[in-house]
């Protein structure tokens, strides 16, 4: 990494939008001794948001008490390198101190179970982000992959009102086109999409149209932009390049008039695990990374993970021209912002 890159990193708070991995067992680069917070922080990474539960199967209230028990007791036994964040000050502490700054956040509103109390009590227990639905039907309106989004239901605008109140992030990634649309317009805080794409460049169900994502800078919102595959190239045989997904940033900042409304959200559950490795026999596993090593230009260089993955990013953005004050914005100071603008 060069000097200018890494001296971008270390005095930037970087955050992943979204992770989703946290708990899982680590992968196999991690390597002897180390566990997945190691690995994390190796990368460059200060703070992340973990959906501590999620929708792909219905969750209770309970669940989300068991999850944030489980999340807070990490603090117990790694005190040196973790801590559950719920203001911008815990994470600035915990950039200050080398640790990770864990925001904790649902996919999916089913914990709730149809009771706004539930709400108020959430965020004082630690939950800063809720993702209105998980691609299905809720209590809330309508998930991407729902054939016809009816929109927001009563409650839903019952609930974006109290979250609104109390200072909880609103997501809609994973959230049908109409009730996200409904949602933004809904909201008086700025709302995000903590791991989308660019409709306007890849074809998706889960990517985010020119509409929505003009909506969401009127508000002031963010959308953190996905590596996955599937977000990033009309063509799911090849990966995408790094320069495949900074031109969703490019993208959102010609849309939007800046760089103000973009982020990172990697939504790590892809990377590799044992547990991958048993239980998905027959699919070709990698340690790879998203894309590959930064080499001058956009081409595929092998042997890319989570410890590197970054850097090559800051690389890349620096070489498209990206000023280093837009690449601090997208790497993690839009979403600080917002934050900032919606935590009471």
Request: hydrophobic share 35%.
């Amino acid at each position: 990494m060069s000097d200018k890159a890494r001296t971008l990193m270390s005095n930037t708070i970087v955050v992943d939008g979204l992770f989703h991995a946290l708990m899982k067992d680590p992968p196999p680069e991690c390597g002897i001794g180390k566990n997945i917070v190691d690995m994390i922080l190796e990368g460059g990474v200060n703070c992340m948001v973990d959906s501590i539960i999620s929708d792909q199967y219905s969750s209770s209230f309970n669940d989300l008490l068991n999850a944030i028990y489980d999340y807070k007791l990490l603090e117990d036994v790694l005190p040196s390198k973790y801590t559950v964040a719920e203001s911008i000050a815990d994470i600035e502490k915990a950039k200050e101190e080398g640790k990770l700054a864990l925001i904790m956040s649902t996919q999916g509103s089913d914990f709730l179970q149809s009771d706004l109390r539930k709400i108020s009590l959430a965020y004082k227990l630690g939950l800063r982000i809720v993702q209105v639905t998980y691609n299905n039907e809720c209590s809330f309106g309508c998930g991407s992959y729902v054939k016809h989004d009816t929109g927001l239901t009563y409650f839903g605008e019952q609930a974006i009102i109290e979250m609104n109140r109390v200072g909880m992030v609103i997501d809609v990634s994973h959230v049908g086109h109409v009730t996200a649309l409904q949602t933004i317009e809904a909201s008086q805080d700025p709302v995000i999409y903590s791991h989308s794409g660019v409709q306007a460049l890849t074809k998706h169900v889960r990517n985010t149209n020119d509409e929505h994502i003009k909506a969401l800078a009127k508000k002031g919102g963010v959308l953190c932009v996905c590596p996955h595959c599937i977000m990033n190239t009309n063509n799911q045989d090849v990966r995408p390049t790094v320069d495949d997904y900074i031109n969703s940033f490019i993208h959102i900042a010609e849309v939007t008039g800046s760089m103000d409304h973009a982020g990172i959200g990697t939504d790590r559950w892809s990377r590799n695990t044992m547990a991958n490795d048993i239980k998905r026999v027959g699919f070709e596993r990698s340690t790879k990374g998203f894309f590959g090593k930064f080499d001058g230009n956009s081409k595929h260089v092998e042997g890319f993970n989570y410890y590197n993955e970054w850097e090559n990013l800051v690389e890349h953005m620096l070489a498209r021209n990206i000023s280093e004050a837009d690449c601090k914005k997208l790497l993690g100071g839009n979403l600080l912002r917002v934050w900032k603008q919606v935590w009471k």
